[in-house]
């Protein structure tokens, strides 16, 4: 289990290491994409939802792991396109409990950066159309706006369509 607060430390060296510019927001809690868009002042499509899945790939030895998903705030994951594109056969929701055991975060705490907490990490095209796009940094109290492009850099997510 990796701590709430090392995961907001690795992400914020991370960003200021690669001379990223990014806004740092303290806010009340949130706990949905409407809640974080409204504190944020931000449109929805922007905020980066990231989500974990427990992910059995269909010719594999090794058995199911953990993954990342993000897709737009107002957008949900099309399982169904997920699981033909990358030749899943079982794609299970982690509930908040395995979340917690697996990250140390809460569900909706999430950050898009499962290099971090050693996730592979796919993300919707749809999330680049955005210049910028803001996330929960480890905290339903926390949350980072910055260029979609740097987040493309630092991540080097698998980029793909399957969202609804």
Known sequence: MIETSLIFE?????????SVDFKLYEH??????????????IEMKQGAKAIIFSADPAFSEIGA??????VPGDKKIDTKA???LYH???????????????????????????NTMGLITYADQLVFENEKIAFN?????????MKSKDFKDLVNPIIDS???
């Open 28 to 41: 009340e809690p949130v706990h949905t994409s409407e809640q974080a868009a409204k504190v944020r002042n």
């Open 10 to 18: 690795k992400i914020i060296k991370l960003l200021k290491e690669n």
């Open 88 to 114: 899943i056969k079982d794609l299970k929701l982690l509930s908040p409990d395995e979340v917690r055991e697996l990250t140390g975060l809460e569900i909706g705490a999430i950050p898009p950066f499962g």
């Open 82 to 84: 997920f699981k033909k």
């Open 162 to 164: 399957f969202s609804l």
């Open 65 to 70: 792991k953990p993954i990342l998903v993000v």
């Open 137 to 145: 940094v480890g905290s339903h109290t926390k949350s980072v706006l």
